[in-house]
Nanobody
């Protein structure tokens, strides 16, 4: 199973980016998908997650209203639309897949079985 994240880059504060995570090498039916990020010198933190159906999503408090997670199961791809970006959003963003998703673990890194390589997002002030 491989996850390929893309879409990162350099953007000014207030701008937008859309990250993509393409999954391959397995059957992803029922998988939960999540995005996490890690800023320099900080621990990796939860950003957003989505269940297979797309009906259930979760966000970190600081991302609510600015970030939107979605998925296209036909393409085995999950997206993270990021609006109103702030310099503090600068980080490497990772996508992850959970084979046995549960609502109460969707924000936990330990629940995820597969991880992508990360894509750098830099927000300038």
């Amino acid at each position: 199973v491989q996850l390929q994240a893309s879409g990162g880059g350099l953007v000014q504060a207030g701008g937008s980016l859309r990250l993509s995570c393409a999954a391959s090498g397995g059957t992803f039916s029922g998988y939960g998908m999540g995005w996490f990020r890690q800023a320099p010198g900080k621990e990796r933190e939860f950003v957003a997650a989505i269940r297979w159906s797309g009906e259930i999503t979760g966000y970190a408090d600081s991302m609510k209203g600015r970030f939107t997670i979605s998925r296209d199961n036909a393409k085995n791809t999950v997206y993270l639309q990021m609006n109103s970006l702030k310099p503090e959003d600068t980080a490497v963003y990772y996508c992850a897949a959970d084979r046995s998703p549960r609502i109460w673990t969707m924000k936990s890194m330990g629940a995820y079985d597969y991880w992508g390589q990360g894509t750098q997002v830099t927000v300038s002030s």
